[in-house]
């Protein structure tokens, strides 16, 4: 639900979500749709014109991943920092926000390659919880 919800408030007509999961986390839902959508916003200002994003689950936690040109392995520990950028009009914001909400719930944030060769953000730690935790 947190998902689907923050994909309306972030994704473009072009874009397209597969969500891959019904995973439940315990995690501030606040919170939790600030990190999906900072994702989300990341995809489709970084992944082209009609990006493709997947959310699903690993044996770590969950991945959202996404078709664009993904990061380059030599650029991936710094943008985790704040300011960094690959658009002139970027904030540099959305990675690091991302990576302090998932510290906040004890979780880790590692970035990667998709299957498609896209960015891979993987939230480590994410695992299931008991539902009235979720």
Known sequence: RVVEES???TASDRATLSVET???VAADEDRLHRLFENLFRNAVEHAGSDPAVRV???DEGVAVDDDGPGIPEDQR???LSVGY???TEGTGLGLPIV????DAH?????LGSSEAGGARIH???ARETVEENA
Do not use: I, M, P
């Not at 004890?106 to 590692?110: F, L, Q």
């Open 123 to 125: 939230l480590v730690g």
């Open 85 to 87: 950028s690959t658009q």
């Open 22 to 24: 019904d995973r439940r």
């Open 99 to 102: 990576s302090r909400v998932a």
């Open 56 to 58: 699903a689950r690993t």
């Open 77 to 79: 520990e710094d943008a």
């Open 106 to 110: 004890g979780w880790s944030v590692e």
């Open 7 to 9: 994909w309306e408030t």
